[in-house]
Nanobody, 115 residues
């Protein structure tokens, strides 16, 4: 089992920046991929960015140029730096840890972008 705890969410003004962090614990030896997803009201959950244990990163088109994912295998953490936030970035952001056929999720952290 893997437990994920997100932090860093909160209200941010349009154009602002925010850094989300996720601390993982448990059986991390089996986890290959860690990343961030988001779910806006009335929409499906979607990938924002992910990073493999080897340092390969993937960004969804919606996030390219706007976010940076970083993973620290030694500390079992993954962070998401988000810049130039827009109201349409408003969502609940979820930390994810995955291996083949197995997905773990954090409880989510709210990120409202509003003036």
């Amino acid at each position: 089992q893997v437990q994920l705890v997100e932090s860093g969410g909160g209200l941010v003004q349009p154009g602002g920046s925010l850094r989300l962090s996720c601390a993982a614990s448990g059986s991390m030896f089996s986890i290959y991929l860690m990343g961030w997803y988001r779910q806006a009201p009335g929409k499906q959950r979607e990938l924002v960015a992910a990073a493999t244990s080897g340092g390969i990163t993937t960004y969804a088109d919606l996030a390219k140029g706007q976010v940076t994912i970083s993973r620290d295998n030694a500390k079992n953490t993954v962070s998401l730096q988000m810049n130039s936030l827009k109201p349409e970035d408003t969502a609940v952001y979820y930390c994810n840890a995955a291996n083949t056929g197995v997905n773990y999720w954090g409880q989510g952290t709210q990120v409202p972008v509003s003036s």
